[in-house]
C-alpha cells in the first residue's frame, strides 16, 4: 500500500471521528492517554475500535500511520475542529448572502464563569424562508455596552461583514443592552438609524405574567410558599423519591378501579420541576405538576414534619403544610394556573424561530383580549375549580357570603365578605395589573412601524392592504429605497395587489413568512422585486432572542465541568459545529482538508 493511499485512508477515516464527536459535542481527549491506560478518551476509543472491526483501516491509522500523519495531538484536533466551524461559518455568512439581517445577542457566564456572549443572526433567505443562525460566541472581559460594542464590531470586521446592512437589533431587558443613551441599541442606532430594536417578547411576557403577578402581595406570598417547597422537597432525593413512589401507587389504584385510562405516553414518571426566569413556561408546569402531585407531597411533608432530622426543614414543612390547606392557596395555585395556561399557548408561539412580528403582535392582541373576557366572565369557572379542588383534597372551604376576616388582624371587622375580597380584591385586581401590563410592555403594538407592517399581511385576502401605509414603511428604511424608488414603489403597489389578490396560490397564507416563500416559489419577488424587498426587511425584525437561549443551552453540553478548560476559540468552533449541524452536515472531505492544508506549512500534505 503506498504512502499517498495510507494518508488518504488515514484523514478519511479520522475526519469520520471528527464529525462524530463534533457533531455531538463529545470531548476528544481523555484523562489518561498513556499506554497503560484503559480509556484513552473518544477520539483514540472510536479509531481503536475501527481498526478492530477493519483490517484495512487498522495498517493506516494509530502507531501503524507514519508519525507525522497520526493526527492525534491536541493541536491537530483543534486545527480541524477551527477549521470545520469556519466552513459552517463561511456558509451561513454565504446564506446571507450581502443582503440584510438583524442582530440578536444576549450574554451568559459559562461553567468557568468567564461572561460569553452569544451571536445571532435572523435574515431571509433565497427561498423566502426567515432564518436564525447562531454564528459565534465571543468571551468578553465585562459586559458593559461599550465593550459590547466592540466585540461586535470585531466580529463584524473578522467575518467581512458591515453594520451598514443592520436592519433589526434583539435583545432582553438588560440596561446594558436596551438602554436609551448608551445602550448597545443606543450605539449601533447612531451608526446605522435602521436598525430598528425590539424588546424580545418572550421575556417581555414572562415579565408580564410573573413579574406583575408577583406584585401582589398575595400572589408573591404564594410563589414564596412556592420556592419553599422546592427547598423542603426538592432539594432530597429520598423526598423525591417518596413522592414518585406514593404517585405510583395512586395511579395503579386509578387503573385498577377504571379511573386512570392507560397508553402510550400517559402516566408517565414526573416529579416537581424548579422555575427558572429564563426558562420561560417553566412556571406553568412547576404548578401543573404541584396540582397533580399534591396528595403526595403532603403525605412527603408530613412525614418530614415528624421524622426529619433537621429542624428547620420541619419547621417549614409545618409551615408549609399550614398554608396547603388553606382557602388562600388553593384559590392562587388555581388563579395562576389559569393565568399562565392562557398564556402557555403564547410563549410557545414566540419562540418559533420563524415567527414574524406582525404575527407575534396579533398573538399578543388576541391574549389580552382572552384576559379581558376572562376578567368580565372567568369567576364562576375559577371559584368552581376552587370548591371542586378544596373537596377532593380537605383543604379549607369558605362560604363566600359571610364576613371576611382578615388573618393579619383577626378580631378587627373587615366589613367585607369573603366574595368581594377573592373577586373584587384578587382576581379582579390581578387581572387588571396583567391587563395594564400588557399595554405598557407591548407598546411596539402602537409604533407606526409596525402599524404600517400590518398593511403586507396577507390573511384574509389581504383585506389591511393600504398603499400609503406600505409607501409610509418604505421610508423608514432610507438606505433600502432611494427617493425614485419609493415613487415607483407607489405606482407598482396596485398592479402588486391586483395581481396577487387574483392568484388562488395566495389564498390561504397565514403570515409574512409564507407571504415570502410563496412568491419566491411563483417567481413574483422577481415581478414585484420592491415588495418583496419590502417584506424581507420587516421578516428581519426579530420577536425573541430563543436562538440565543438554546446556543447557551447548548454551551452547557459542550462546555462541561470535566471540559472548564476550554480555549475561547476552541469553545466557539465546537459551539457552531454542535449547534449549526445543518450546515455543519454539508462540510466535505475536501473543503476540510484544503483549509486545513492552508493553515500553514505541514511535513505531510493530506
Not at 46 to 75: C, F, G, R, W
Not at 343 to 354: E, F, G, P, Y
Not at 466 to 473: A, E, G, I, N, T
Not at 485 to 514: K, M, P, T, V, W
Request: charged share 25%.
Amino acid at each position: 500500500m503506498g504512502l499517498a493511499t495510507i494518508c488518504f485512508l488515514n484523514s478519511a477515516q479520522l475526519k469520520i471521528k471528527y464529525v462524530y464527536l463534533l457533531r455531538q459535542g463529545l470531548p476528544f481527549r481523555g484523562h489518561d492517554e498513556s499506554t497503560e491506560s484503559a480509556n484513552k478518551g473518544n477520539f483514540v476509543e472510536l479509531v481503536k475500535y475501527t481498526a478492530d472491526q477493519n483490517e484495512i483501516v487498522s495498517k493506516v491509522v494509530l502507531d501503524n500511520a507514519p508519525k507525522n500523519n497520526q493526527m492525534v495531538s491536541h493541536k491537530i484536533h483543534k486545527d480541524l475542529a477551527h477549521c470545520f466551524a469556519e466552513e459552517v461559518t463561511q456558509s451561513i455568512i454565504q446564506e446571507v448572502d450581502h443582503g440584510v439581517f438583524c442582530l440578536l445577542v444576549d450574554e451568559s457566564a459559562d461553567v468557568s464563569t468567564k461572561e460569553q456572549v452569544a451571536v445571532v443572526f435572523r435574515f431571509v433567505d433565497k427561498k423566502g424562508i426567515v432564518k436564525e443562525r447562531f454564528t459565534g460566541i465571543i468571551h468578553v472581559q465585562e459586559t458593559s455596552s461599550a465593550s459590547l460594542k466592540c466585540a461586535i464590531d470585531s466580529f463584524f470586521a473578522k467575518h467581512g461583514l458591515s453594520m451598514k446592512k443592520l436592519r433589526g437589533q434583539g435583545y432582553d431587558g438588560a440596561s446594558n443592552m436596551k438602554g436609551e443613551f448608551n445602550g448597545l441599541r443606543s450605539l449601533i442606532l447612531r451608526e446605522n438609524s435602521s436598525a430598528y430594536y425590539v424588546h424580545c417578547f418572550a421575556h417581555q411576557l414572562q415579565l408580564v405574567v410573573v413579574g406583575v403577578a408577583k406584585k401582589h402581595f398575595e400572589v408573591s406570598d404564594f410563589f414564596d410558599k412556592i420556592y419553599v417547597l422546592l427547598n423542603v422537597v426538592g432539594a432530597s432525593c429520598k423526598r423525591k423519591d417518596k413522592i414518585r413512589e406514593d404517585q405510583r401507587k395512586i395511579i395503579e389504584e386509578g387503573v385498577r378501579e377504571g379511573k386512570i385510562k392507560t397508553g402510550k405516553g400517559l402516566n408517565q414518571e414526573c416529579s416537581l420541576q424548579r422555575p427558572g426566569n429564563t426558562r420561560w413556561g417553566s412556571h406553568y408546569k412547576t404548578l401543573l405538576r404541584l396540582a397533580d402531585l399534591f396528595t403526595s407531597i403532603i403525605k412527603v411533608l408530613e412525614y418530614v414534619e415528624s421524622d426529619g432530622l433537621d429542624g428547620f426543614k420541619r419547621c417549614q414543612a409545618n409551615g408549609l403544610l399550614k398554608y396547603f390547606h388553606t382557602f388562600d392557596f388553593v384559590f392562587y395555585l388555581q388563579l395562576m394556573l389559569l393565568l399562565l395556561g392562557l398564556t402557555h399557548n403564547l410563549s410557545k408561539a414566540l419562540q418559533r424561530k420563524d415567527q414574524d412580528i406582525l404575527n407575534a403582535m396579533s398573538l399578543v392582541k388576541s391574549t389580552k383580549q382572552q384576559l379581558c373576557k376572562l376578567r368580565e366572565n372567568g369567576w364562576d369557572s375559577i371559584i368552581g375549580k376552587v370548591n371542586s379542588f378544596c373537596k377532593n383534597n380537605n383543604t379549607e372551604l369558605f362560604i363566600m357570603e359571610e364576613e371576611f376576616v382578615n388573618p393579619k388582624r383577626p378580631r378587627q371587622r373587615s366589613n367585607i365578605t369573603n366574595l368581594h375580597h377573592y373577586q373584587v380584591e384578587c382576581f379582579y385586581t390581578v387581572l387588571d395589573m396583567q391587563i395594564q401590563e400588557f399595554n405598557d410592555r407591548f407598546d411596539e403594538i402602537n409604533t407606526e412601524l409596525l402599524g404600517c407592517t400590518a398593511s403586507l399581511s396577507p390573511t384574509d385576502s389581504f383585506h389591511q392592504f393600504d398603499q400609503s401605509k406600505l409607501v409610509r414603511l418604505s421610508e423608514f428604511y432610507p438606505e433600502d429605497f432611494s427617493s425614485m424608488e419609493r415613487i415607483s414603489f407607489g405606482h407598482q403597489l396596485g398592479i402588486y395587489i391586483d395581481n396577487i389578490s387574483e392568484d388562488q396560490r395566495f389564498a390561504n397564507l397565514e403570515g409574512l413568512g409564507d407571504l415570502a416563500r410563496v412568491m419566491v416559489e411563483t417567481k413574483k419577488h422577481l415581478s414585484h422585486p420592491l415588495v418583496y424587498r419590502l417584506l424581507k426587511l420587516v421578516l428581519t425584525l426579530p420577536v425573541a432572542t430563543t436562538t440565543v437561549e438554546r446556543s447557551f443551552s447548548a454551551m452547557k453540553i459542550v462546555k462541561t465541568t470535566l471540559r472548564n478548560r476550554m480555549g475561547d476559540e476552541f469553545l466557539n468552533d465546537c459551539m457552531v459545529c454542535y449547534t449549526e449541524k445543518e450546515h455543519f452536515d454539508e462540510v466535505t472531505n475536501d473543503m476540510v482538508i484544503k483549509r486545513f492544508q492552508d493553515m500553514k506549512d505541514r511535513r505531510m500534505t493530506l
